[in-house]
């Protein structure tokens, strides 16, 4: 679930500290316990000549949690590089990987392959620009939905600005559960769903994945959760067979077709835990209504 962390003060700035928790790994089959030893009676204790030992340690990992805030005063100078379009000046210079150089508020994002785009306010005149962090140590943010708001004015002064993001250092190292361990884990794990008529939401159900619908095992990345936990994740596309889809299930959130054919498109993206295999939150493949 999507926590939102705004706050009411004019300017906020998480202090927060470079904690990163990497966990030990090691080779093989076996998942991790508390104490980091291999569970024995896990599904996956087949390979007892190469056991995995996963520390859980600082796992998940403790993320701080920006909400920022800045108004008219003081207002904050952008350097403007000159090259290519105004835009995507601005956008490089909220950017910078020199934090030095960005508004202090943002400071603390990671800014790597933030995207973002501009619009222009004429009754203003002024440049409103969305900021859009979409990976964070170097890979997917699944959740929360990173977004930063700024204000910036013809004269390049940074007059408003808000974001909500997950300040950078903190982020788990790569999972102990490899892309197969996940996919034998899927069959019988259950997607959540609402039944709609003419978008009014009607009945809550589940279904359950059959052995014969669709897995893909996609990237790794990490989602955060309601306690500002941050979690290693494996995303897993989930696509039903077309045998398995239900007259419920057509009138449901997870049909997403648009063509004649079942194939490929009714199901849900699951976000796994890396570590403990747990599933943490389940994702639309297409907005319903």
């Known amino acids: 679930m999507r926590k939102s962390y705004w706050l009411p003060s004019l300017l906020v700035i998480a202090a927060c500290g470079t904690n990163e928790a990497t966990p030990d790994r090691a080779p093989g089959n076996l998942a991790a316990t508390e104490d980091g030893a291999a569970s024995d009676g896990d599904a996956h204790a087949?390979?007892?000549?190469?056991?995995r030992r996963c520390s859980m340690r600082d796992y998940p990992a403790a993320a701080c949690v920006v909400s920022a805030q800045r108004g008219v005063e003081p207002s904050?100078?952008?350097l403007?590089?000159?090259s290519g379009t105004r835009c995507a000046q601005i956008l490089r210079a909220l950017t910078s990987p020199?934090?030095?150089k960005r508004p202090p508020e943002l400071a603390q994002l990671d800014a790597v392959d933030a995207t973002g785009k501009c619009e222009h306010d004429n009754l203003l005149n002024r440049e409103i620009?969305?900021?859009?962090?979409?990976?964070?140590?170097?890979?997917?943010?699944?959740?929360?939905?990173?977004?930063?708001?700024?204000?910036?004015?013809?004269?390049?002064?940074v007059v408003y600005l808000h974001g909500d993001f997950v300040a950078a250092g903190t982020a788990p190292g790569p999972g102990c559960l490899d892309g197969s361990e996940v996919r034998a884990s899927v069959p019988g794990r259950e997607l959540p769903f609402r039944t709609y008529s003419r978008c009014l939401p009607g009945d809550a159900g589940a279904y359950a994945v059959a052995s014969n619908d669709e897995v893909e095992i996609g990237e790794e990345g990490f989602y955060l959760d309601a306690s500002a936990s941050l979690h290693r994740v494996r995303a897993v596309e989930v696509y039903l067979a077309p045998t398995n889809v239900t007259p419920e299930l057509l009138k449901s959130d997870l049909f997403c077709c648009v063509g004649s054919t079942l194939e490929h498109c009714v199901g849900k993206r699951l976000l796994v835990d890396a570590f403990t295999g747990e599933l943490l939150a389940t994702q639309p493949h297409c907005l319903t209504c």
């Open 46 to 51: 087949n390979s007892s000549a190469d056991p």
């Open 76 to 78: 904050f100078p952008l």
């Open 80 to 82: 403007l590089d000159g």
């Open 98 to 100: 020199d934090p030095t």
């Open 129 to 157: 620009v969305r900021v859009y962090p979409s990976s964070y140590s170097g890979e997917r943010m699944f959740e929360p939905k990173q977004d930063i708001v700024v204000h910036v004015t013809a004269t390049n002064q």
